[in-house]
């Protein structure tokens, strides 16, 4: 598997920076952190993302819970992610096969974009620390923790900022979240695998 597959399969997790939570908050509760990602059926933002080698990329990504997400990559890349249908698609601009499928169940990102997330899983919620000025949650699926985990970073009041991927190779992809604007229309075309491979080849 290439650098760029490895990237983007490992997927998206650094978000926007923190320089301005300079004073140390209280951790948020489970409870707290469930009710907003419960709460989060779509969302629009850009992103910085930094592969396991340093390497950095940005973009825009899409969310329209549940089981869809779309991160489209800003030159030089160009490539784009999308998760829809039950299937995770790799469209890279330098393959002349089409986009590389996997199943979206055996990546971490199918844990986040189930139509609810249940913290009170013990088998499901790994970590839950707080480092006086972030929350963060360690989340993997219960029933294959061999396809790696994802770790969550919040701010308080709660607000995603950025997430860590773990793949089953053990490599670490980071995605911040630069801006994430939460609620709006986000059209159901923009997650259709097949129309954009249709595009994507002309």
Do not use: C
């Amino acid at each position: 598997m290439n650098k760029l597959r490895r990237t983007l399969l490992a997927a998206p997790l650094l978000l926007a920076a923190l320089g301005g939570h300079a004073l140390r908050a209280e951790p948020l509760s489970l409870d707290q952190i469930s009710e907003f990602w419960n709460g989060l059926q779509t969302a629009e933002g850009t992103f910085t993302q930094i592969a396991s080698d340093g390497t950095m990329s940005s973009g825009t990504l899409y969310i329209k819970r549940p089981g869809r997400i779309r991160f489209e990559y800003d030159p030089p890349e160009e490539a784009m992610v999308i998760a829809g249908g039950g299937s995770l698609a790799i469209f890279d601009p330098r393959s002349n096969t089409g986009p590389d499928r996997y199943p979206l169940s055996e990546t971490p990102l199918s844990i986040i974009l189930r139509r609810e997330v249940d913290l009170s899983d013990e088998k499901m919620l790994v970590d839950h620390r707080s480092d006086g000025v972030t929350t963060q949650i360690t989340l993997q699926d219960p029933d294959h923790p061999e396809y790696g985990n994802i770790k969550l970073v919040f701010t308080d009041p709660p607000m995603l900022n950025q997430w860590i991927i773990t793949d089953n190779a053990g490599g670490q992809t980071t995605m911040v979240l630069n801006t994430l604007r939460i609620g709006g229309r986000v059209p159901e075309r923009l997650f259709n695998i097949i129309a954009e491979e249709r595009d994507w080849q002309k």
